[in-house]
């Protein structure tokens, strides 16, 4: 009576599994950056249509950790360090906007392919066009969206360049919330942030997990 419902839920299982796997293997070689278009795009790879069998965004952050563990080697440590080396670097620079490193530099799961993904807050979003202007930062201007609870959205303007042969993102925030960070596409909670003093830890291996950096307020 009860082989049937068994059968179904372990088959959905195998193929949230193969999804995970393959949407994480899409993003490690090809650069893909957005869990959503990942999976959407290994679903069609496999040819499985079913929403059921879509995986969570954690699964896929999972099956990535593995499949850099088991194929990357030290060359994806490298591309880790080199990037959060120049994330500090990044973030002193840009103190006057109480900037933070967020994303796959701060999680450990960067590559060569991942730019550094900072958070600025100033209420003046123009503000930081100013100050890189002035400093002759060519930069792209463009926008993301961030959930800020699970009732509000903000489209917050970004701008983008390249600096010491590496790529560089920067989210531009109002100022309150530094007291409160948007919310992860990996798990709905609030994004692990990591300031200059706690990056520079990091990298002196004082902290081993960089979650352990979950920084929800204004961070020290």
Same mark, same amino acid.
């Given at each position: 009576?009860?082989?049937?419902? =068994? ?5 959905? #299982?195998?193929?949230?599994? =193969? ?11 090809? %650069? ?12 069609? =790879? ?7 069998? +879509? &995986? ?7 099956? +990535?950790? $593995?499949? /850099? ?6 060359? /994806? %440590?490298?591309?880790?360090? @080199?990037?959060? $080396?120049?994330? +500090? #670097?990044? *973030?002193?620079?840009? @103190? &006057?906007?109480? &900037?933070? *490193? ?14 550094? @993904? ?10 930081? /066009?100013?100050?890189?202007? $002035?400093?002759?930062? &060519? ?11 699970? !009732? =509000? ?15 560089? $993102? ?7 919330? *530094?007291? @409160? ?16 003093? /706690? ?9 081993? !997990?960089? %979650? ?9």
């Amino acid at each position: 009576m009860h082989r049937a419902p =068994r059968h179904a839920a372990t088959h959905a #299982r195998e193929r949230r599994h =193969r999804l995970a796997h393959e949407a994480a293997r899409l993003m490690a070689e090809s %650069g893909i950056r957005d869990f959503h278009q990942a999976k959407l795009k290994a679903a069609h =790879r496999l040819g499985i249509h079913d929403d059921a069998s +879509l &995986p969570r965004n954690s699964e896929i952050e999972a099956a +990535l950790r $593995e499949h /850099q563990r088991l194929f990357a080697g030290p060359a /994806q %440590g490298d591309a880790l360090r @080199q990037r959060r $080396e120049a994330a +500090l #670097r990044a *973030l002193e620079f840009l @103190q &006057p906007f109480s &900037p933070r *490193l967020v994303g796959p530099v701060l999680d450990g799961t960067a590559d060569a392919n991942s730019p550094v @993904q900072l958070h600025l807050h100033d209420d003046d979003a123009d503000a930081v /066009q100013r100050f890189l202007d $002035e400093h002759g930062i &060519p930069a792209e201007s463009r926008s993301r969206r961030l959930r800020l609870d699970r !009732e =509000r959205t903000l489209d917050a303007p970004a701008w983008r360049f390249d600096a010491e042969d590496l790529a560089f $993102e920067l989210l531009v925030l109002p100022m309150h919330v *530094l007291r @409160q960070a948007p919310l992860s596409q990996l798990d709905e909670k609030p994004m692990r942030r990591a300031s200059a003093a /706690q990056v520079r830890r990091l990298l002196a291996g004082v902290e081993h !997990e960089a %979650g352990s950096l979950i920084v929800a307020g204004t961070g020290k």
